[in-house]
């Protein structure tokens, strides 16, 4: 662990640099932390369900961190904070919408009672010691959405957290661009930015596009209409919404994010109440030109409502052939085989797939390049550190800011000790502890632990159990038991379990006359004799497990 000097105001991300997902950025500024948003990662992989940063490195230092500032209520900003705020205790800072989403989840986890949470409201600012956080209202897919304007002795920081630029979002404030020019003026030391869509020209377009487009559809339309979409995306609803109005239509939400996003809309005074959302049980009684259903599923999940309705195992609602899928999202990267496999069904039913590819269903609510040069301009920065996005959007984003105006940048990795300080920086003075932790079942582990790392040689290499009973007279038992997991069924004299028997039988007797009863010599012997074996056969190399079990 590199130095850290006092007077010198460091960023250090411990999740989000090199990959879209799991946020999670510490400053620091005269012996004190401050931490920005904590989420989960998109990625799910080997059985397991949340993948999210490793916190060690703060969670050491937790007597000196301030508190954890939320820019907005996505997963990959707050999805981790029921698994890790338990082992950093600290107060947590955010607007209303985003408080309430947190409460919820905190609320499943049993830690409601014990976290303090502050509601601020968007606009307003908080000061943890040194730090000096502003909420700075940005336009993005989900209401309450803040850049923060961090302040501290040492320079000011604009953190964008997430964002895009709409003049009209259908819901929320829109951007406040005069507070962005006004920060501009008090040359501010950094800018750590979305890098999502740097590879984007022009801008992202409007929520009020795809308001008017998604009417026009939904209007030609004889039968009933789904709409799938992300649940966090509140104006989608408001939409929603407003085109069953215009058309006769009865909106109908399936999928629990929904409904609890629906909540949070109420609680913070986005919606005037729930009544115009009708519960998926209703969705039988209503005439076929006469329903709007909302649902989740949009990137092809597959627990969520969309996929079990296209399998047809959903047990509320059941299309037929006419009715119309509108995919109101965009496809994320990694999910396509799963979305794809979700439109065929639908296809071989007479169902209707219109998706982003075929009209105006959806806008990104992350910056294009030319929001991003309207982001430069305003805030005029001296350094660049380009976040949210893999390691090409971090080194793409790095060189488009250099090209526009922006006099320094660097494209940080994760657990990086970035000192923004240094005159002609920023400086990376070293790597701290990170890496990935996950949801396993009920247990939270490492991603590169020895276990994780079996499952992954399971998984690809299969297992051959083989247990040995000798009896009083070291004799082994015949036939000797063996399990073979995951591994094809060929031999070169029949199976392959009829090979093993004959040649663990063999080997054992060899390595027995050598050293009659020495178990951990019989053991590793044969073990490298099946591997062997199976590598010769079949080119793969199976975990294989010796038990040796003798009758005294
Ligand atoms: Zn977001
Ligand atoms: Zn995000």
């Known amino acids: 662990m590199p130095k850290l000097k006092n007077n010198d105001l460091y960023f250090l991300p411990l999740g989000g640099a090199g990959e879209i997902g799991m946020n999670l950025n510490l400053y620091h500024y005269n012996g004190k932390w401050l931490m920005v948003d904590l989420g989960v990662s998109f990625e799910r992989t080997l059985g397991m369900d949340v993948i999210m940063p490793d916190p060690s490195f703060i969670e050491e230092r937790k007597k000196d961190l301030l508190g954890l500032v939320i820019t907005h209520g996505h997963e990959d900003h707050i999805g981790a904070i029921p698994y890790i705020w338990h082992l950093l205790r600290c107060p947590i800072y955010a607007t209303p919408f985003t408080a ?54 040492a320079g000011v920081i604009v953190h964008t957290g997430d964002w895009k630029l709409d003049t009209d979002p259908r819901i929320g404030a829109a951007t406040d661009v005069d507070l962005l020019k006004s920060i501009g003026n008090e040359k501010p030391l950094a800018l750590i930015c979305d890098s999502t869509n740097i590879f984007s020209e022009g801008r992202s377009g409007s929520e009020g596009e795809v308001k008017d487009s998604l009417i026009e559809l939904i209007k030609g339309q004889k039968k009933r209409v789904i709409v799938a979409c992300f649940a966090s995306n509140v104006a989608r609803l408001q939409t929603c919404l407003e085109a069953a109005e215009e058309t006769g239509r009865k909106i109908v939400l399936a999928g629990r994010s929904l409904w609890n996003m629906s909540d949070a809309a109420v609680h913070s005074g986005y919606f005037q109440s729930n009544k ?106 001296q350094i660049l550190i380009p976040v949210h ?164």
């Not at 010691?129 to 993005?140: A, E, L, Q, R």
């Not at 990267?333 to 998706?355: C, F, K, R, W, Y």
């Not at 396993?440 to 399971?458: M, Q, S, Y």
């Not at 159990?465 to 038991?481: A, C, G, H, R, S």
């Open 100 to 153: 309430f989403l947190i409460r919820g989840k905190l609320r499943e986890a049993g830690l409601l009672s014990q976290a303090q949470i502050i509601e601020i409201d968007p606009g307003d600012d908080v000061i943890l010691g040194d730090f000096d956080v502003t909420f700075i209202p940005i336009t993005h897919s989900i209401p309450e959405a803040n850049a923060l304007r961090i302040s501290t002795p």
């Open 276 to 381: 115009n959302f009708l519960k998926d049980a209703q969705f039988r009684n209503l005439d076929r030109h006469k329903v709007l259903l909302v649902c989740t599923g949009s990137q092809g999940e597959s627990r969520a409502a969309l996929s079990r309705i296209a399998n047809g195992t959903h047990p509320k609602i059941k299309l037929e052939a006419g009715d119309t899928v509108i995919y109101s999202s965009r496809e994320i990267p990694g999910n396509e085989a799963a979305i794809h496999q979700g439109q065929e069904s639908l296809l071989d039913q007479g169902i209707n797939v219109i998706t982003d590819y075929d009209d105006m269903t959806h806008v990104s609510g992350h910056p294009n390049q030319d929001e991003l040069k309207d982001m430069y301009d305003w805030v005029k920065p």
């Open 389 to 552: 996005g893999e390691r090409a959007h971090l080194r793409e984003h790095m060189a488009f800011g250099l090209a526009h105006g922006i006099p320094r940048a660097l494209a940080p990795r994760n657990g990086m000790l970035i000192n923004l300080s240094i005159k002609g920086g920023p400086v990376a003075e070293g790597t701290v502890e990170h890496g990935r932790l996950a949801v396993d079942g009920t247990a939270i582990v490492h991603v590169k632990g020895e276990h994780i790392k079996n499952r992954e040689k399971l998984a690809s290499n299969g297992a051959i159990f083989i247990t040995l009973v000798f009896n009083k007279k070291n004799n082994v038992l015949i036939p000797i038991d063996i399990t073979i997991v995951g591994l094809p069924d060929i031999g070169q004299k029949g199976s392959l379990l009829s090979d093993l028997q004959y040649i663990v039988q063999e080997d054992v007797n060899t390595i027995t006359s050598k050293k009659p009863k020495d178990d951990d010599y019989l053991q590793e012997r044969l073990e490298q004799s099946v591997k062997k074996f199976i590598n010769g056969i079949l080119a793969k190399k199976p975990i294989v497990s010796i038990h040796i079990v003798r009758h005294s």
